[in-house]
């Protein structure tokens, strides 16, 4: 089963590039800190600005450099079933133990639509798949009754739930089997999400602290959770100001006033505005991460 605190990881640039050594001291970060999973070329990992051999290159450096310490879901989704396939078939030749697909965005298909794309790169591939919802970035909702008929397929084993709705998760946690993985896809709904019987999270805020975020799910699963419920609202500040603009120009802002990588972005993602940069530093001096 897939659980625990999973990182959405950024993608590190230099220039034109993609930051090789800058990706390796990321994830090297994550597990020395207690990520439970590394989560390359999602939305956070500006994927939809990777060219095809760059995204399979972040996917390959990713694990490499993670050695099968923690699991690694790789994203592979698209709004093209074939192109989706082919990302996916990918991430198993080298060696994911998982695949992250979005929702196919732009094309709006219908929630039969959306049923027959998971279902077709499900019957094309081996690997364990993870169906991710954000309603908010691809303008449909994939649905309580559709996601419970695709978790009825063997090697779709999850979902990252981004609706932000504790409805829409009650009511999937409901329709899908106890091994079905449902995960947040946003943090400030980790703990309830964990509380209505949610497996972990694929977070953007553990890119900054991933050791307090891998504790709110480590403390609610040993029953501690009146410290999970602490953390969670410790994190409140940070969950929010990861989203004072569009995501990830503040996380990537956030790790470079930290020192870990540049925080460089690809058009047309550009520098946090003054206001909100001075807004984030706030956030961070208050959380001790800078000075």
């Not at 946690?173 to 694929?202: Q, W, Y």
Request: with cysteine; aromatic share 6%; net charge neutral.
């Amino acid at each position: 089963m897939i659980k625990g605190a999973m990182v959405a990881l950024v993608t590190p640039f230099k220039g034109v590039k993609v930051d090789e050594e800058g990706l390796r001291t990321l994830i090297e970060f994550q597990i020395k800190n207690g990520t439970e999973g590394i989560v390359p070329c999602g939305t956070t990992g500006e994927s939809a600005t990777l060219s095809h051999e760059e995204h399979e290159r972040v996917i390959e450096i990713t694990i490499e450099a993670v050695a099968r310490r923690v699991p690694v879901i790789a994203g592979t989704g698209s709004n093209n079933t074939i192109e989706a396939i082919r990302l996916t078939r990918h991430a198993e030749k080298a060696g994911a133990d998982g695949a992250l697909l979005i929702t196919p965005y732009y094309n709006k298909p219908t929630q039969e639509g959306m049923y027959q794309h998971y279902r077709k790169v499900a019957e094309e591939t081996d690997i364990s798949l993870v169906l991710y919802n954000v309603p908010g970035r691809t303008s449909v909702n994939l649905l309580p009754e559709t996601i419970g008929r695709l978790a009825q397929i063997k090697n779709i084993v999850g979902i990252k739930e981004a609706s932000g709705s504790l409805q829409q998760i009650s009511d999937v946690i409901k329709l899908c089997p106890e091994t079905f993985s449902v995960l947040s896809g946003d943090d400030f709904v980790t703990f309830p999400l964990l509380a209505v019987g949610g497996k972990g999270v694929i977070s953007v805020t553990a890119n900054v602290v991933p050791g307090d975020v891998a504790n709110i799910c480590k403390s609610f699963e040993r029953g501690d959770y009146a410290e999970a419920r602490r953390l969670h609202y410790q994190l409140l500040p940070l969950n929010n100001a990861m989203f004072f603009e569009t995501n990830p120009i503040p996380v990537k802002t956030a790790l470079g006033l930290m020192g870990k990588i540049s925080p460089e972005l690809r058009l047309p993602l550009s520098p946090m505005s003054a206001v909100n940069l001075e807004k984030l530093k706030k956030v961070m001096r208050e959380y001790g991460l800078i000075r």
